[in-house]
T-cell receptor, first 112, second 119 residues
Framework: AQSVSQHNHHVILSEAASLELGCNYSYGGTVNLFWYVQYPGQHLQLLLK??????LVKGIKGFEAEFIKSKFSFNLRKPSVQWSDTAEYFCAVTGGGNKLTFGTGTQLKVEL | EAGVTQFPSHSVIEKGQTVTLRCDPISGHDNLYWYRRVMGKEIKFLLHFVKESKQDESGMPNNRFLAERTGGTYSTLKVQPAELEDSGVYFCASSQEDWDRYSPNYGYTFGSGTRLTVV
């Protein structure tokens, strides 16, 4: 069975700080990897995804993630966060189907 | 394009009562999924419909949960009788039948969820 680990449960940053959220997955086959974000009071939205090709994936709002197959990792990064990035971030994986397996989520709070 | 709609947005019920959650997917989306997030835990898959058929219901916790999708349009998830551990946020998502993984929209469209509290 596949699983996803997000190591940071709560992160507090000041505006303009750099962000890196860790995500590791466990699955033996080919995977598709996702980062979703849920802003307060809103629905889950897709930030970015990886399915093949360039392991460095760029998403919306200046986010990017790097797939490192040897480390089973798909960490999310942003060079300079804004207050509006305050949200909960979820890493997820599908392996061979459309069923998503999520991590436990990371609450990010960006302070002015 | 209207998104995925779920209602109610919040529900507070007593243990032993019945609650029915509803999800209206994006029009034309054959795939409909239910997920649940219990507080402090990860979002977990419950089941997957393709049109009106249950494709995968491996995540349904027990027989107190009944999901239907009559006519392949909206779906309901009924919990009867509700228990305290059923509290959480129930998410619905939908996607097109021919899910083009190379499309920038690859991935589900989620609803805002229903927060269920069983007291």
């Amino acid at each position: 069975a596949q699983s996803v680990s997000q190591h940071n449960h709560h992160v507090i940053l000041s505006e303009a700080a750099s962000l890196e959220l860790g995500c590791n997955y466990s699955y033996g086959g080919t995977v598709n990897l996702f980062w979703y974000v849920q802003y307060p009071g809103q629905h889950l939205q897709l930030l970015l995804k990886y399915f093949s090709g360039d392991p460095l994936v760029k998403g919306i709002k200046g986010f990017e993630a790097e797939f490192i197959k040897s480390k089973f990792s798909f960490n999310l990064r942003k060079p300079s966060v804004q207050w509006s990035d305050t949200a909960e971030y979820f890493c997820a994986v599908t392996g061979g189907g459309n069923k998503l397996t999520f991590g436990t989520g990371t609450q990010l709070k960006v302070e002015l | 394009e209207a998104g995925v709609t779920q209602f109610p947005s919040h529900s507070v019920i007593e243990k032993g009562q019945t609650v029915t959650l509803r999800c209206d997917p994006i029009s034309g989306h054959d795939n409909l999924y239910w997920y649940r997030r219990v507080m402090g835990k990860e979002i977990k898959f419950l089941l997957h419909f393709v049109k009106e058929s249950k494709q995968d219901e491996s995540g349904m916790p027990n027989n107190r949960f009944l999901a239907e999708r009559t006519g392949g349009t909206y779906s309901t998830l009924k919990v009867q009788p509700a228990e305290l551990e059923d509290s959480g946020v129930y998410f619905c998502a939908s996607s097109q039948e021919d899910w083009d993984r190379y499309s920038p929209n690859y991935g589900y469209t989620f609803g805002s969820g229903t927060r269920l509290t069983v007291v």
